[in-house]
């Protein structure tokens, strides 16, 4: 069964303070991995994808990379700005693009 | 402009209602989604329309019945609401063919409340 598992559930930093965001997935085919990001009462907001292992992605202060089994989403130097749920998803072949969510990561950054 | 956009914003209605939640895109794409976010922020699909033919129907109720009028709309209607569906509703849309295949875009979601 396609299946993807965030971790931490939520993250407390302070500013400066950087960290990690890990997905673990199992599908049967990738035909893609997404992060996103949502703010309260805000549609996911989209970062990156990710297509084969070994491929990273950059923005500003977020990172983004991808291996056989799991995601990282780095975040160096974070910023209160940063503050979000963030969300990874994969997209397995040939199911119509839906896209398969984890449970996201509340992060939180204190000045 | 708005990208994908979903009307109303917040619905409140009473058990055993009907109501319709309604999406458009202007991105071009071919394939529009529903997902429905739970209580816990868990985001699940619900159906997806590729150019108005339905591809995923993913054992949704069948209170629940997306209709696309064209491949830039696809509005969502329940039947006789229950206090369970409450819950917020996003549409999202991507272009999805053997060549081109984009992320999806959400819009800012519809919070159903079921009273």
């Known amino acids: 069964e396609d299946q993807v598992t965030q971790s931490p559930e939520a993250l407390r930093l302070q500013e400066g303070e950087s960290s990690s965001l890990n997905c673990s997935y199992t599908v049967s085919g990738l035909r893609g991995l997404f992060w996103y990001r949502q703010d309260p009462g805000k549609g996911p907001e989209f970062l990156f994808t990710?297509?084969?292992a070994g491929e990273e992605k950059e923005k500003e202060r977020l990172k983004a990379t991808l291996t056989k089994k799991e995601s990282f989403l780095h975040i160096t130097a974070p910023k209160p700005e940063d503050s979000a749920t963030y969300l990874c998803?994969?997209?397995?072949?040939?199911?119509?693009?839906?896209?398969?969510f984890g449970q996201g990561t509340e992060l939180s950054v204190k000045p | 402009d708005t990208a994908v956009s979903q009307t109303p914003k917040y619905l409140v209605t009473q058990m055993g209602n009907d109501k319709s939640i309604k999406c458009e895109q202007n991105?071009?794409?071919?394939?529009m989604y529903w997902y429905k976010q739970d209580s816990k922020k868990f985001l699940k699909i619900m159906f997806s329309?590729?150019?108005?033919?339905?591809?995923i129907n993913e054992t949704v109720p069948n209170r629940f019945s997306p209709k696309s009028p064209d491949k830039a709309h696809l509005n969502l209607h329940i039947n006789s609401l229950e206090l369970g569906d409450s819950a917020v509703y996003f549409c999202a849309s991507s272009q999805d063919r053997e060549d081109i295949y984009t992320e999806a875009f959400f819009g800012q979601g519809t919070r159903l409340t079921v009273v």
């Open positions: 991105l071009g794409h071919d394939t």
């Open positions: 998803a994969v997209s397995p072949y040939n199911q119509g693009g839906k896209l398969i």
């Open positions: 990710l297509y084969s």
């Open positions: 329309y590729n150019n108005k033919e339905l591809i």
